[in-house]
């Protein structure tokens, strides 16, 4: 099913300032992109059986997808373009900053060398800067599946970055088989060494899953869907103006939504909660930033001041350090005042 908007976004839309807090890496690549690596380590493959990689019909098919997709990446040099293309990509949607997951979790599950990997990820993110101005933070995630001790890993190594774009961490993957509870522990660990914290929480679990990240101190909620069956949860987010990463086209492909009237976006708009709009995984969801704040439009009647809100949130909820965050907030207002 197909959610991206039905026509190309506006020229409002396209040039107005936006930042990305709900962004996966591997789940940016695009087919293109996978063909290049999958032929520079020697396979001899097809672009179509790439797009096939791509598909899947419910959340536990997409988690395969994009762990198909993820296996693909190798080296260090890989983790280097990919992030590149992704800068690429923000630049041509007028994404001001980014803040990227980058599944750590799955790397170490892979065995792969993090260390020569991160330098990989640096060098892309050095570069995307410098061609594109787009500024861009890491946010590490633990596979939540994988286990309690495995996020320490993930953890610790978010510690070890701090200082090199690092800005927090988060728990993706299966949080029915993998409750926040588990977490605890790790959670007040990243929090003890100043990282930011973040949970995937709601997506596909019942609203005891948001109330369990924010007993984690998690401030941002990644999907938050589940969120409208409790009412009282949605005054707490609302009244503590707790930022919610929406996805929406995400959530209408893997199924978690069931069409796009079921949507809360616009009422959790309405009742005041702090939201920001995001595309998940953009490569697999067939879909843009752009899109999706279109979307929002023609869909749920957002006006272009609603627009300009949410956009602003974007600034409003990132991590960046206050300055920065300042400074961006004034080139949003000139721009959005124009």
């Not at 993706?172 to 409750?179: F, L, N, R, S, Y």
């Amino acid at each position: 099913m197909s959610a991206a908007a039905e026509h190309p976004p506006s020229s409002f839309i396209r040039q107005l300032p936006k930042a990305e807090l709900h962004l996966h890496l591997e789940g940016a690549v695009e087919p293109a992109t996978l063909l290049e690596l999958r032929r520079q380590h020697g396979e001899q493959a097809t672009l179509a059986e790439t797009e096939f990689l791509y598909r899947y019909t419910d959340f536990g098919s997409f988690l395969m997808a994009f762990k198909e997709v993820s296996a693909h990446l190798r080296g260090p040099d890989d983790y280097e373009l990919v992030t590149y293309r992704l800068m690429q990509q923000l630049k041509e949607e007028n994404v001001l900053h980014a803040e990227v997951y980058v599944a750590v979790g799955v790397c170490l599950y892979r065995k792969q060398d993090f260390a020569a990997i991160f330098e990989g990820l640096e060098r892309g993110r050095a570069r995307g800067a410098r061609d594109f101005g787009v500024s861009l933070l890491w946010i590490f995630d633990a596979t939540r599946h994988f286990g309690v001790e495995e996020a320490q890993k993930v953890f610790e190594l978010a510690a070890r970055y701090k200082n090199r774009h690092v800005v927090g961490v988060g728990i993706g993957g299966d949080e029915v088989k993998a409750p926040p509870e588990l977490f605890r522990s790790v959670f007040a660990y990243a929090q003890d060494h100043g990282l930011h914290l973040t949970a995937h929480a709601g997506e596909t679990a019942s609203p005891e899953s948001i109330w369990g990240a924010l007993n984690l101190h998690a401030e941002r909620i990644g999907h938050g869907l589940t969120a409208a069956q409790d009412p009282d949860l949605v005054e707490e987010l609302a009244y503590r103006q707790i930022p919610v990463e929406i996805c929406i086209t995400s959530n209408l492909r893997t199924g978690v939504c069931k069409s796009a009237a079921d949507h809360p976006v616009k009422n959790y708009f309405d009742q005041g909660l702090m939201i920001t709009l995001n595309t998940d995984d953009p490569a697999l969801f067939s879909t843009s930033l752009a899109r999706e704040y279109q979307f929002a439009q023609d869909t749920f009647g957002f006006t272009e001041e609603h627009l300009r809100e949410l956009a602003r949130n974007s600034f409003e909820a990132s991590f960046l350090p206050a300055e920065k965050k300042l400074e961006l907030l004034s080139l949003f207002d000139a721009a959005a005042a124009r």
